[in-house]
C-alpha cells in the first residue's frame, strides 16, 4: 500500500452515501455493486476479520483482479471500501479519524494480496505513518479462496527497538487473535511508556540537520539549533544529521530518511521535526502531508524567541512583522501545514476561502506594521538629530547573541539592562551616557544580538532598531571568548555589518568572559587577534578596554571639530 490523496468515485444506494475509493475505472455495473454490499457487513468486535468476511474479499479482489483494501473501526463496522491496483492500494486521506498522543487511528486495515505475498515495505510504511489499529494483508489463492494472513501492529517498542511487530502468518481459519484485548493491551503499552516520559509530544522535537557539499561545521550548527530550541521551550528529543550531495527539492532530506524520522519520532513519542536552515513554503507542505507531524525550520525557532522576549511596542511590532512576511507565502497553500505552524499539532487546516481571508488580513496587517515602522523610525530619528545636536559621540556594542554585551554596557555605565544567560534576551536597543576619565562624554548603546543566517524578514523587521548603528562612530565588537566556535561567530558578524552596509564604521574587537579561559588560551587568542580583552561582570578588567575607547573618541571629536572648522571656515568664503 501507498500513501497518496486520491480523488474518489460517488455512488449512492438505498439513501445511504456510501464511496468505492480509489482505482474504480473499468469496473462493471455488479462488481461495483458487491463492492458496495461490503459496506453492509459488520464484523464483531473481538474478530481482526472473519473467514466469510475474508472470502467475500477475495472472491471480488480474485474477480476484478485488484486488490481490495477495507478500513473497519472498532465497531466493527466498514467505514472505508478501496479497489487499489494489481500490485497496490492508495489510502484516501482518513484524517477525520483522530487519535490521541497514545493511541492508534480507531480504524483497521484489511487488503488482499493477489500473488500471496507478504507485508511490503510500503504497508509497513503505512503503519507507521496512519497508526491503524492493525494491518493484515490476505492471501488470493486460486479459485479466489482466502489464504494466509500477515498481521502487524504498532508496539510502544519491542526488543529489537522496532516499533511495530509482525505475527506469523496463520491461514484465516486458524486466526484467534482477540482483536479488542490486542489493542487495549497496545494502547495500555503506548500510556505508560507516554507518561514515563512526561514530555508532551506538542513539545518533544526531533533536530534533522541536512547538509549539503561542503557546508561548514554541522555540529556546531546543530549544537546552536539545540540551544534555539531549548530557548524556545522545545525538547530535544534527538538529532539526525544527513550529509548529501544536493538537497532533495521536494523533501529536503529524501523520503526514504523522512520514512525513517518518523518511526524515529514514534519511538521517542515526538511530535514535531524542527529543520536546521529554511524550508521552502512547498516543502513544508509536502513534508506535513507525508509524517503528519508538526514541522518547523530553524528560521521560525528564532521568530518564535524573538516573540517571547519582546516586550515594547516596538519590539512587538517589529517581531510580528517579520513573522507575518515569514508565514505570508506559507498561508497560499491548501494543507494542513498552516494550523501545524501556527496552532497545536494535528489541528486541521483552514478551508481555502478562509485561507484567502487569512491572506488579505496578513497583508492588511504586514502594511500597517510597516507605517508604524516607519513612524517609530521617524521618531528614533528626531531623538538621533538632538544627541548629535549636542554634539556627543556614539559607541555601538555590537556582537554575537549571549556575548556579553548587556553586561558590558552595565558594567562600563553603572546600570541595569537585563542582561542574562539566554539567547536574545535584548531585544530593544537602550543608550546610557559614558562619561570617561578625560572628562568627557559619549552615548553608548547596546542592541539586539546577532545569529548566524540572521533570518532576512527579522533583518528588514528590525531595520528601525538596525538603522541607529549607522550613525555609530564606533563599534564595539563583543566576543565570547569562552566559546570555542568564537572564530565562526567572528565571521557571522562580519558578515551581517556587511549585509547591513556598516562595514566603513571602525570596530574595536572585545574579547569577554576571560574569567572563563585558561591564560594560555588567551596568549594565543591575543597572537591571532588585535582585541582587548576583558570580563564583563568584573570592572576591574576594564581599563584597557576604557583606554582605547578614549583614544578613539578623542579621534573622533577631533575630526568632527575639524570637518566642522572646515564648514565654518568655507561659509565665511562664501
Ligand atoms: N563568566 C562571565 N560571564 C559573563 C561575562 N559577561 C557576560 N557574562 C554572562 O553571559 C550571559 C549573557 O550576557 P548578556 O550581557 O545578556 O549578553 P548579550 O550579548 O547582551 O546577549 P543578548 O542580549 O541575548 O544578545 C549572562 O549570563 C552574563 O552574566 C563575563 O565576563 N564572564
Ligand atoms: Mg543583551
Same mark, same amino acid.
Request: charged share 30%; glycine share 6%.
Given at each position: ?16 452515501? /456510501? ?65 487499489? /491496483? ?94 479488542? &484485548? ?103 507542505? /509536502? ?94 530619528? &528626531? ?61 553608548? /548603546? ?105 583614544? &578613539? ?22
Amino acid at each position: 500500500m501507498i500513501i497518496i490523496r486520491d480523488s474518489s468515485h460517488r455512488c449512492k444506494e438505498k439513501g445511504k452515501t /456510501t464511496k468505492l475509493y480509489g482505482n474504480t475505472t473499468g469496473l462493471k455495473a455488479n462488481e461495483e455493486k458487491r463492492l458496495l454490499n461490503l459496506y453492509r457487513r459488520r464484523i464483531a468486535p473481538d474478530r481482526v476479520i472473519t473467514p466469510e468476511f475474508a472470502r467475500a474479499l477475495t472472491e471480488l479482489s480474485a474477480e476484478i483482479r485488484r486488490q481490495l483494501c477495507v478500513l473497519i473501526d472498532r465497531k466493527g463496522t466498514v467505514q472505508y471500501v478501496i479497489v487499489g /491496483t494489481n500490485s497496490m492500494v492508495v489510502i484516501p486521506d482518513i484524517s477525520r479519524f483522530r487519535m490521541g498522543d497514545a493511541r492508534l487511528r480507531g480504524l483497521r486495515s484489511i487488503h488482499t494480496h493477489l500473488k500471496g505475498e507478504p507485508l511490503s515495505r510500503d504497508d509497513l510504511a503505512d503503519l507507521a505513518l496512519l497508526k491503524p489499529d492493525l494491518i493484515a494483508a490476505l492471501s488470493v489463492k486460486e479459485g479466489g479462496l482466502p489464504g494466509d494472513v500477515f498481521i502487524a501492529h504498532l508496539v510502544a517498542e519491542n526488543g529489537a527497538g522496532e516499533i511495530w511487530q509482525e505475527q506469523e502468518p496463520v491461514p484465516i481459519h486458524r486466526l484467534d487473535t482477540d482483536f479488542s &484485548q490486542l489493542i487495549s493491551s497496545i494502547e495500555d503499552e503506548f500510556v505508560k511508556k507516554f507518561r514515563a516520559r512526561r514530555v508532551k509530544v506538542e513539545d518533544g522535537a526531533i533536530l534533522v540537520g541536512a547538509y549539503f557539499g561542503r557546508d561548514a561545521d554541522p555540529d556546531d550548527s546543530l549544537d546552536e539549533l539545540k540551544e534555539l530550541c531549548a530557548t524556545s521551550g522545545l525538547t530535544v528529543l534527538d538529532t539526525v544529521v544527513q550529509n548529501r550531495n544536493k538537497p532533495d527539492p521536494k523533501w529536503v532530506v529524501g523520503r526514504g530518511k523522512l520514512f525513517d524520522l518518523v518511526v524515529r519520532a514514534q519511538q521517542l513519542n515526538a511530535g514535531i521535526l524542527v529543520f536546521d536552515g529554511e524550508l521552502e513554503p512547498d516543502q513544508v507542505r /509536502t513534508i506535513t502531508d507525508f509524517t503528519e507531524m508538526r514541522i518547523i525550520d530553524r528560521t521560525q525557532v528564532i521568530l518564535d524567541i524573538f516573540a517571547r522576549r519582546a516586550v515594547s511596542r516596538q519590539g512587538k511590532i517589529q517581531v510580528e512583522l517579520a513573522q507575518l512576511k515569514y508565514l505570508l507565502p506559507r498561508l497560499i497553500t491548501k494543507n494542513t501545514a498552516m494550523s501545524r505552524l501556527t496552532g497545536g499539532i494535528g489541528g486541521r487546516g483552514p478551508g481555502e476561502t478562509k485561507l484567502e481571508i487569512n491572506r488579505r488580513r496578513a497583508r492588511d496587517r504586514i502594511h500597517r506594521l510597516e507605517r508604524e515602522i516607519k513612524q517609530i523610525g521617524r521618531e528614533r530619528g &528626531q531623538q538621533r538629530a538632538q544627541r548629535m545636536k549636542k554634539g556627543l559621540p556614539i559607541i555601538s556594542i555590537i556582537g554575537y547573541t549571549n556575548a556579553g554585551k548587556s553586561t558590558l554596557l552595565n558594567t562600563l555605565t553603572n546600570s541595569n539592562v537585563d542582561a542574562r544567560d539566554m539567547l536574545f534576551a535584548t531585544l530593544d536597543p537602550s543608550s546610557r551616557r559614558l562619561r570617561f576619565p578625560r572628562d568627557f562624554e559619549v552615548i553608548i /548603546t547596546d542592541t539586539v544580538g546577532f545569529i548566524r543566517n540572521l533570518p532576512r524578514d527579522l533583518v528588514t523587521a528590525f531595520s528601525a532598531t538596525l538603522d541607529e548603528l549607522k550613525n555609530a562612530d564606533v563599534l564595539v565588537h563583543v566576543v565570547d571568548a569562552s566559546d570555542p566556535r568564537y572564530p565562526a561567530r567572528i565571521e557571522a558578524v562580519e558578515k551581517i555589518l556587511h549585509d547591513l552596509g556598516l562595514d566603513e564604521i571602525p570596530v574595536l574587537m572585545v574579547f569577554n568572559k576571560i574569567d572563563l579561559v585558561s591564560g594560555i588560551a588567551i596568549a594565543q587568542m591575543r597572537e591571532r587577534n588585535d582585541a582587548v580583552f576583558v570580563s564583563a561582570v568584573n570592572s576591574s578588567t576594564l581599563m584597557p578596554l576604557i583606554d582605547r575607547l578614549e583614544d &578613539q573618541m578623542l579621534l573622533v571629536m577631533e575630526r568632527d571639530r575639524l570637518s566642522e572648522s572646515e564648514e565654518e571656515a568655507s561659509e565665511t568664503l562664501h
